[in-house]
């Protein structure tokens, strides 16, 4: 589609061209950022060597960034998910400047307290009862702001019972001081705990195969979880991003079609302790079903992979995604196999995870095998009817003579009658 817009811009620039003594300006239509970036000079060569932009990257990460996002403010609404979405270090810069900031903020309040009631000019006056015993300057009310607030109390400086405006102080630091603890350190607890690096150890195989598997064409992948601990109720998904015209002539990029992957049997359901090939059928609901050897390196498409599930240790949710585009679907190949018995257990060999074999594998799209299969059925079922056929028309045939030979009878028996009247 895209060729076909480009085609359709260099012969309106050539009839602009030719048609210079037109007075009616034509103008070109908008084209979206990356169609205008494209522009070739040559279009079939451009064509034949555009490059598939991947929807989701082999490590999982969606290769789709947001732009012109003008309500801004609910990332702030959010703020707690908005923190634990940062990057670390900008997590790690966040976290250190909050306590610092609240920290200057409040050692702050505490030497405005005392240079307004006049502590720092009778430093070392005994008969003179300050508001916070030993605070000479904004060093030592910056230190009691951070002793008040992380509770370490040195003993050294303390607060006294004659200003009241100190102890109000001192409840709202220790009550903020709380909930900035709660906030920041939940923050940082749930940034760690995250399950994204668990996903790491979820594997997939770096291609996929399309070949014959108990007499239909399935398309296969392989999956395998590297760690001891198992994922508990892990499923598997798989999509079709492809793009789409509808039938009104509307134009859907990266539509997104369901792969079936045993969702009504099951199948999509694993236990995955040992790496395990999923396997999809091509029938008449599969999107490959019209799709040939020939013909698949030639589609525009992809394949996005999800594998779901819980974290044994935190029992927290995990997702691990990768994805497959025409250049890494081989057809008619087969995954090695990586499964060994040894002396009283099962030994995986990941050295072989991603291998594979070459296999005998028609060539011919799954619609293509159905027709043939039916086609060579189809004599059989000429014979029988034909042999059905004939067998009628005899039985026809007999009755119509067995018919005439009864009216020969009955008409011999009527000239007899008449003779003996006579």
Known sequence: LVCFFMAANVLEEDSMEQDIESPVPIHQPKLPKQAREDLPKNINKECAKRKIQRYVRKDGKCNVHHG????????????????????????LLIFVMVYTVTWLFFGMIWWLIAYMRGDMDHIGDSTWTPCVSNLNGFVSAFLFSIETETTIGYGYRVITDKCPEGIILLLVQSVLGSIVNAFMVGCMFVKISQPKKRAET?????????????????????????????????S????????????????????????????YTGDDRLFLVSPLIISHEINQQSPFWEISKAQLPKEELEIVVILEGMVEATGMTCQARSSYITSE????YRF??????????YEVDYNSFHETYETNTPVYSAKELAEMASRAELPLTWSVSSKLDQHAELETEEEEKNQEDQNERNGDVANLENESKV
């Open 329 to 332: 679907i081989l057809w008619g």
């Open 236 to 263: 598997i998904r798989a999509k079709l991003i492809k793009s789409k015209q509808t039938k009104e002539g509307e134009f859907i990029p990266l539509n997104q079609t369901d792969i079936n992957v045993g969702y």
């Open 336 to 345: 090695t196999p990586v499964l060994t018995l040894e002396d009283g257990f």
């Open 68 to 91: 012109n996002v003008r309500e801004t403010y609910r990332y702030l609404t959010d703020i707690f998910t908005t923190l634990v979405d940062l990057k670390w270090r900008f997590n």
């Open 202 to 234: 979820l594997v997939f195989s770096t291609n996929a195969v399309i070949s014959m598997r108990d007499g239909k064409l399935c398309l296969m992948f392989r999956v395998g979880d590297l760690r001891n601990s198992h994922i508990v109720e892990a």
